[in-house]
């Protein structure tokens, strides 16, 4: 996969050189390149922002750097077109789905933003012949896209094909489709067997395969229902076994004649 980068802190891209991200670059299973956002300027100065029309707070990136710098971006490919990624906190959520749905692009240009965005006329004019995505990584506001594309791009990046050494390795990662799907992961352990006094659950040492994959349900049920109660709502109780069902009453968690999951009434919230 190759992935472009326009910044105007190319530094700041710097953590892709390391681990797992660094790793598939050495591999040559990913080419990265970073390009200075700066150095499509002309005047003395460098100017990438000014302010805005309309007046208000803050100032907006100009549009003919980031036209001269996506033309150059554009014009260095091969033939095929790349998925343009626009981080911006007023963009669609990037999710688990949105992470694989990219990561079968072969080709991704990602331009994060600082001050308030970019000016709307470059979105609309590369959006007019190319797949423009707006991303945002979660409900809360960063001072530039840099850091969400260092997010997106290691999510992506281990999903690729022969980046994790284990093909298995995100088969149970919370949000991924199949027998865990909508629920978070539950705890993990490893030696010693006993620490501070503390040792791991004996199912897990037992070598009963059964009754280990059904402990880890229940504590992935368990947290899910503690930490994220909006995937308990939106899970189809109809995918769920009998024992599935009996965790999530003890929790307090019954099916409603909607068949969603709501809280059982009466029941006393811990
Ligand atoms: Cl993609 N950019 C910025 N600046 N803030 C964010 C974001 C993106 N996603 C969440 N907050």
């Known amino acids: 996969m190759r992935l472009d980068i326009v910044t105007i802190f190319p530094e700041y891209l710097e953590p892709l050189n390391v681990s797992l991200v660094g790793k598939a670059r050495a591999a040559g299973r990913l080419d990265v390149r970073v390009h200075d956002l700066r150095a499509f300027t002309h005047d003395r100065h460098h100017t990438v922002d000014d302010t805005p029309y309309g007046g208000g707070p803050g100032m907006v990136m100009k549009p003919e750097p980031w036209g001269e710098a996506l033309d150059a971006v554009l014009a260095s490919g091969a033939g095929d077109d790349p998925v343009i990624v626009v981080p911006t906190p007023s963009g669609r959520p990037f999710t688990q789905e ?28 590369y959006g007019a012949r190319l797949d423009v995505r707006e991303v945002s990584i979660g409900d809360y506001v960063l001072a530039g896209g840099e850091a ?5 791009v290691e999510a992506i990046a281990r999903l690729l094909p022969g ?32 620490w501070r006094g503390r040792t791991v659950p004996e ?52 099916p409603g004649e909607d068949g969603r999951f709501g809280r059982a009434s009466g029941r006393v919230e811990e």
Not at 108 to 119: C, K, M, N, S
Not at 179 to 187: D, I, R, V
């Open 98 to 125: 949105l992470a694989q749905e990219l990561s079968a692009a072969r080709w991704l240009v990602f331009t994060p933003a600082r001050y308030e965005g970019i000016d709307r006329r470059v979105i609309e004019e």
């Open 148 to 152: 969400p594309v260092l997010v997106m």
């Open 163 to 194: 980046v994790l050494g284990n093909a298995d390795s995100h088969r149970d990662d919370s949000f991924a489709p199949g027998a865990m799907a909508g629920l978070l992961e539950g705890p993990v352990h490893t030696k010693p067997p006993e």
């Open 203 to 254: 199912v897990l040492i037992s070598g009963h395969h059964g009754r280990i994959a059904r402990w880890r349900r229940d504590e992935a049920l368990r947290r899910t229902a503690a930490n994220r109660p909006d995937l308990i709502e939106r899970c189809d109780p109809a995918a769920l076994d009998r024992h599935d069902l009996a965790t999530l009453a003890e929790l307090g968690w019954e």
